[in-house]
Nanobody
Framework: QVQLVEFGGGSVQAGGSMRLSCIAS???????IGWFRQTPGKEREFRAA????????TYAPSVRGRFTISRDSAWNTVYLQMNNLPGKDTAVYYC???????????????WGRGTQDTESS
């Protein structure tokens, strides 16, 4: 079992930055940890993921160069640094744990409850 809790959501203006944290507990050290966002009425959208063992990362093309995912093994935490946010909408960001590095939500077995990010222009 893996438990995930997200922190760091809030309000940000267009062009601003925000850092999200995902604290993991349980049997997660062989997992990939991914971040997804979801807006009302839409599917969860992949943002970035990191493999806990060797820190290999993958990003959605739309965020590459603006977002950075990292992990801190001392704090069992995965971070998502988001820069130059477009200021388009309100979304809930979820972190998730899966067995392989993937951009597909169905590849992840465990999910946090999410943290809300409100972007304004």
């Amino acid at each position: 079992q893996v438990q995930l809790v997200e922190f760091g959501g809030g309000s940000v203006q267009a062009g601003g930055s925000m850092r999200l944290s995902c604290i993991a507990s349980g049997a997660f050290t062989r997992n990939a940890i991914g971040w997804f966002r979801q807006t009302p009425g839409k599917e969860r959208e992949f943002r970035a993921a990191i493999l806990w063992t060797d820190e290999t990362t993958t990003y959605a093309p739309s965020v590459r160069g603006r977002f950075t995912i990292s992990r801190d093994s001392a704090w069992n935490t995965v971070y998502l640094q988001m820069n130059n946010l477009p200021g388009k909408d309100t979304a809930v960001y979820y972190c998730a744990a899966g067995w392989a590095l993937s951009q597909i939500p169905g590849a992840y077995n465990y999910w946090g409850r999410g943290t809300q990010d409100t972007e304004s222009s």
